[in-house]
């Protein structure tokens, strides 16, 4: 599935804006029909964004069910003739659409896309009415998973992920035209030697029989430097500028599909990063070189749009980390808008790309301490089906993201319960699934403490070793000598294995101005001596190659007693001013100050 753009060939309107919005708390607006007219007793909701705190109702930041969504579009008079696609870039957690009164998709899974061909619903130059049912209900068989409970209070969702579980459209939702010979898919793959670098590409086109493939690659000035013909081949590129941290130097990839008589059919746009990602021991190399992680597990998380995408907090939030000297994030845990990886591409921003597999673990229920001990991995629990909803979820990740040169590694389940039999076989083929979809990059999961070195029964199938530990905050709590020590020996286990170690998380929650003469833990100069405390850690244990804060930014969860307004192991409060972490990351990670 190619995102829509404006090119020579295609076009594209956004539908973003007010939609009208209406909570479906009995569940009758399917059999009800609502798509067949205008929505009743609706309110204007905002697309792209969280509907759960733009409504002053506690009802409505609370709700789980359908959700409904509609709003009109006058499909462009030159439109006529051509094919036309309604594309959504997300719908958490699941959605069906219907245009005018025709039901036309339905996909799970909330944070990749999804499209359908509306051509023969849409009339060229009229309106058309787009309905859209969203539904943020988990159970044991979706990703990530959660349980509808029946309560004294009525019905509950509980979850075993540590955030908020905001649902709603997202990101942009888009009509695109196309000629009905089209593009459907490209893939590049790109490799270095010496100063020439190669771009091998694939072409998938539908409704083309007699039409040729023709590629175009130009470098960042827009000069021609390779070309080819045909749905599948390998450019060369003399004296190649690299995709590297901290040069996001691209170069496009037009690719053409061309009629009998030359005329031009479609025309596509790929970015292309030329660069090379291998795992040589425990060394992580990006383009030969070892390659060290900077940076933080962060979340899509605003105040009053929740996981709405927003422009300009991107690119505050990349400023933000280059003044630091970051030069990393992981997507946790789930993946991010498109327009995130874009900018990551450009910025040289190096990525850790993740599933929304998080909370496949009953014993991280923070809600419901009876839980613990529980087994995850069981008929009546995640089972088999959830894995296959799993694999559909990797399925898409890769197929979004494979050409992003900024993605390094892909992350396939954050925190899963992983020491037990039952793990180990849900697990297996997970791994061998995503190196068949993309065999470039290493893949790897984020391990949690309860499964240390040596109990462990899933790691042994990642390219990467991926560690998230709190020693000094949920284990040695307060106690930093005793932490070092303890978390230093585990490390040493995990080099043993003889593979790179990423710590993919490490942290403490701490309350913005709060401070103390010694180091208390919620105190801003805890989190200060904590980080140090990590650092001289990973700097004693070579196998080390990488350290991910959590997080970059406070974030909204459920409410409890272990949270103060959200999680707070921010190093920026929520709305992005530093606490006093900050300042002390900036001086271990910039190196020019």
Known sequence: MLRPQDTATRERKPLTGLWRFRLDGAGEGRSAEWFKRPLGDAREMAVPASFNDIVADPAVREYFGDVWYQTTVR???????????????????????????????????????????????????????????????????????????????????????????????????????????????????????????????????????????????????????????????????????????????????????????????????????????????????????????????????????????????????????????????????????????????RQGIVVIDETAAVGLNVNLSIEDPAAQGSTTFSPERVNDQTREVHAQAIRELVARDKNHPSVVLWSIANEPESDTEGAERYFEPLFPLTRELDPTRPVGFANLLTAPYGKCRVSQFGDVVMLNRYYGWYVDTGNLEAAETNWENELRGWAKEGKPIIVTEYGADTYPGLHSLLPEPWSEEYQVAFLEMNHRVFDRVDAVVGEHVWAFADFATISGITRVGGNKKGVFTRDRQPKAAAHALRRRWRKDL
């Open 75 to 345: 499909v462009p008079r030159g439109w006529d003739g051509q094919r036309i696609v309604l594309h959504f870039e997300s719908a958490t957690h699941r959605a069906t659409v219907w245009v005018n009164d025709a039901e036309v998709v339905s996909h799970e899974g909330g944070y990749t896309p999804f499209e359908a061909e509306v051509t023969e619903h849409v009339q060229a130059g009229e309106e058309a009415r787009v309905t859209a049912v969203v539904n943020n209900s988990l159970s044991f068989q979706t990703i990530p998973p959660g349980v509808v409970e029946d309560t004294s209070q009525g019905r509950r969702l509980r979850y075993f992920h540590d955030f908020f579980n905001y649902a709603g459209i997202h990101r942009p939702v888009w009509l695109y035209a196309t000629a009905h010979a089209h593009l459907t898919d490209i893939t590049v793959v790109t490799g270095l030697e010496g100063a020439n670098g190669s771009v091998e590409y694939r072409a998938e086109a539908r409704d083309a029989d007699n039409a040729e493939v023709r590629v175009v690659l130009r470098d960042a000035d827009g000069v021609e430097v390779a070309s080819g013909s045909g749905a599948g081949g390998t450019l060369t590129v003399g004296n190649v500028h690299p995709w590297a941290p901290g040069d996001g130097y691209l170069y496009d990839l037009e690719v053409q599909l061309a009629g009998g008589d030359g005329e031009l059919l479609d025309s596509y746009h790929q970015s292309v990063g030329v660069r090379t990602v291998a795992v040589d021991g425990t060394r992580f190399l990006i383009n030969g070189e070892p390659f060290y992680f900077k940076g933080f597990g962060k979340h899509e998380d605003l105040p009053v749009i929740g996981k709405g995408h927003n422009d300009a907090f991107l690119v505050h939030d990349v400023e933000l980390l280059k003044w630091l000297g970051a030069n990393s994030f992981r997507t946790s845990h789930y993946p991010y808008s498109q327009d995130v990886l874009d900018y990551a591409d």
